[in-house]
């Protein structure tokens, strides 16, 4: 048939019809510059072709979190070969520091205990307190570097995890040794065994203050999603051992399987909830360095409440790993979106794929999730990951840049200024050097063909001459 790189297609619908509507006639005559630009590329088309590599099919998971393990521990079970690199002593990640798991109301410790003997007792090689130096090279062959050891693997997982955001200087956190977060709340009830004590004290009152770093524009305007269940779930755990809980929040997101039954159960319990206004935020005031009351507005009644409270917790938001991400980032160039989360492929067609092929994400690297949806999220990227390693090899699209030999000077300007780490000076004879592109490294951005001093760069598909002459057409006039 027709070799498909001879196809021109032009999209009067989306780009003339729908978004010109109003003015049909206007709408014609650019649907006919479109169709004359179109007709003059097709004129100077060339036919291309997909060329395949070999797969090499051994994985990389990155992170030994719970989105981690359960992606190594899938595709183990299918007989691949799987790495697993933590950067802590043991794996586990968060689930170490958690009291129960909601919804199932598991014993967190226990579930954690449970995936790393199934890792033990498995084929995947762990390895903890390592870190990674570099990991060249592309998809189906990136050579791993790491502080102990290198190997060769065919694709990436990455499940590095989040942060949780610091509340710094709000609701007088780090003014009053009182207010606390959410996750000092879990570690203080995680050694918790009997009577409730927080840093020593029995309290009898506690009031939680929700999206403390979440839904704020100036901070981050996104909902971080298990911040209100966490509260819910810790809030039922207080009020069992007698001490009055009091919430407070602009309103609550009861995300996730049972969470709304969690929250009626909160409530049958004497949990007050207490909505409040992003205009109006709460206000905790306190005498020296403990805070005594949290003052809001109360909507219902629209009069001023002083809540009295023992401690305050801040519900705290998710954020990325700053440190962990931005390394990532620099070493596989997986895009990073506004929010500072790896950034999807598509967020409905490929939510645990990257632009980076063969890389691909688990759990919150991409963004913020409770422990159900990381463990699922673990198990879609080792599906993902298994239907594209199960074939020996893998196509590279041709609409990449190459480089005319003959034209080069080695000026070294297209290496410097490529993302993807795809151009290269190699010998071509000797002592004399050119230009080298990685098809398999390159995305066809163009950039360095736009750059190149000599012309000695074209981008296939998207030529010189191709792009002149729809210019051309599209000052031509009428057809």
């Given at each position: 048939?027709?070799?498909?790189?001879?196809?021109?297609?032009?999209?009067?619908?989306?780009?003339?019809?729908?978004?010109?509507?109003?003015?049909?006639?206007?709408?014609?005559?650019?649907?006919?510059?479109?169709?004359?630009?179109?007709?003059?590329?097709?004129?100077?088309?060339?036919?291309?072709?997909?060329?395949?590599?070999?797969?090499?099919?051994?994985?990389?998971?990155?992170?030994?979190?719970?989105a981690g393990m359960r992606a190594a521990l899938d595709l183990e079970a299918q007989g691949f070969k799987v790495y697993l690199i933590e950067k802590e002593g043991r794996l586990g990640g968060v689930l170490n520091n958690l009291t129960r798991v909601y919804p199932a109301d598991l014993q967190a410790v226990e579930l954690a205990r449970t995936m790393v003997e199934k890792i033990k007792g498995s084929r995947v090689e762990v390895m903890a307190s390592t870190e990674i130096n570099s990991i060249p090279g592309f998809v189906g062959n990136f050579d791993v570097s790491t502080t102990s050891g290198n190997f060769r693997v065919g694709t990436i997982i990455v499940a590095t995890g989040a942060d949780l955001y610091k509340p710094d200087g709000e609701f007088g956190y780090g003014r009053f040794e009182n207010v606390i977060t959410n996750q000092e709340l879990e570690n203080i009830l995680h050694d918790t065994k009997g009577k409730i004590q927080i840093k020593g004290e029995s309290p009898d009152t506690v009031a939680f203050v929700q999206c403390a770093g979440s839904r704020d524009p100036e901070k981050?305007?996104?909902?971080?999603?298990?911040?209100?269940?966490?509260?819910?779930?810790?809030?039922?755990?207080?009020?069992?051992?007698?001490?009055?809980?009091?919430?407070?929040?602009?309103?609550?997101?009861?995300?996730?399987?049972?969470?709304?039954?969690?929250?009626?159960?909160?409530?049958?319990?004497?949990?007050?909830?207490?909505?409040?206004?992003?205009?109006?935020?709460?206000?905790?005031?306190?005498?020296?360095?403990?805070?005594?009351?949290?003052?809001?507005?109360?909507?219902?009644?629209?009069?001023?409440?002083?809540?009295?409270?023992?401690?305050?917790?801040?519900?705290?938001?998710?954020?990325?790993?700053?440190?962990?991400?931005?390394?990532?980032?620099?070493?596989?160039?997986?895009?990073?979106?506004?929010?500072?989360?790896?950034?999807?492929?598509?967020?409905?067609?490929?939510?645990?794929?990257?632009?980076?092929?063969?890389?691909?994400?688990?759990?919150?690297?991409?963004?913020?999730?409770?422990?159900?949806?990381?463990?699922?999220?673990?198990?879609?990227?080792?599906?993902?990951?298994?239907?594209?390693?199960?074939?020996?090899?893998?196509?590279?699209?041709?609409?990449?840049?190459?480089?005319?030999?003959?034209?080069?000077?080695?000026?070294?300007?297209?290496?410097?200024?490529?993302?993807?780490?795809?151009p290269s000076l190699v010998e071509s004879i000797p002592g004399l050097m050119v230009a080298e592109i990685n098809q398999a490294l390159c995305k066809g951005c163009g950039t360095c063909a736009s750059w190149c001093p000599t012309g000695a760069i074209s981008a296939q598909h998207f030529t010189d001459g191709q792009i002149n002459s729809m210019l051309e057409a599209l000052f031509a006039g009428e057809v």
């Open positions: 048939g027709l070799n498909p790189y001879l196809f021109e297609m032009i999209n009067v619908r989306d780009q003339c019809s729908w978004v010109h509507s109003d003015v049909p006639e206007i709408a014609t005559q650019k649907a006919k510059d479109l169709i004359r630009m179109g007709i003059a590329k097709a004129r100077n088309l060339q036919p291309l072709h997909k060329k395949t590599i070999p797969i090499n099919q051994s994985v990389l998971v990155i992170g030994g979190g719970v981050n305007a996104a909902c971080s999603r298990f911040c209100c269940p966490t509260t819910i779930k810790q809030a039922i755990r207080l009020r069992e051992s007698g001490i009055n809980v009091t919430v407070l929040h602009r309103d609550m997101r009861t995300v996730g399987a049972k969470a709304e039954e969690h929250y009626r159960r909160a409530r049958a319990l004497g949990v007050k909830f207490i909505r409040y206004t992003p205009e109006r935020l709460p206000l905790v005031s306190g005498n020296g360095n403990r805070a005594e009351n949290v003052e809001l507005l109360e909507l219902a009644l629209n009069r001023q409440l002083e809540i009295p409270a023992d401690y305050v917790v801040l519900a705290a938001g998710m954020v990325p790993n700053k440190a962990s991400t931005d390394k990532i980032h620099e070493i596989l160039k997986v895009p990073l979106g506004a929010d500072g989360f790896f950034m999807e492929r598509h967020a409905k067609l490929g939510p645990v794929e990257t632009t980076t092929e063969g890389v691909f994400l688990a759990g919150c690297v991409s963004g913020p999730k409770d422990i159900a949806d990381s463990i699922a999220q673990g198990s879609a990227a080792a599906a993902k990951v298994a239907s594209f390693i199960a074939r020996d090899t893998v196509s590279l699209e041709p609409t990449t840049c190459v480089v005319e030999p003959a034209l080069c000077r080695a000026c070294g300007r297209c290496v410097e200024i490529c993302e993807y780490h795809a």
